[in-house]
C-alpha cells in the first residue's frame, strides 16, 4: 500500500527549555575516575601537580519562537589548580 506524501502545517507555542546536569557521578561510572583524583595524569597539559579535574558541567538551552529553533550546548570543565 503506498501511501501519498502531504504537506502539512504544524505550529508551537512558543518556549524554552532548559537544563543543567553535573557530569562528574557519570563519568566516573565510565570509567574516568582517577582523572578526579590527585592520581590524575595531564601530564603535558601543565607541569603544575596536582592537576585534576574537579567539576564538568553540560548546560543545554532550546529556544523556539515564530519559525525557527535555537539550541545552544556548553560544557565546562573546571580544573584544579587553576
Do not use: C
Request: proline share 5%; glycine share 2%.
Amino acid at each position: 500500500m503506498k501511501s501519498a506524501q502531504q504537506k502539512k502545517k504544524v505550529e508551537l507555542p512558543k518556549f524554552t527549555l532548559e537544563a543543567t546536569h553535573e557530569l562528574n557521578k557519570p563519568l566516573t561510572n565510565m570509567g574516568m575516575a582517577t582523572a578526579f583524583t590527585d592520581s590524575a595524569n595531564f601530564e603535558g597539559i601543565s607541569d603544575k601537580k596536582p592537576l585534576l579535574i574537579s567539576k564538568v558541567v553540560q548546560k543545554a538551552l532550546i529556544e523556539a519562537e515564530h519559525h525557527q529553533i535555537n539550541a545552544i550546548l556548553s560544557l565546562t570543565i573546571r580544573s584544579v589548580p587553576f
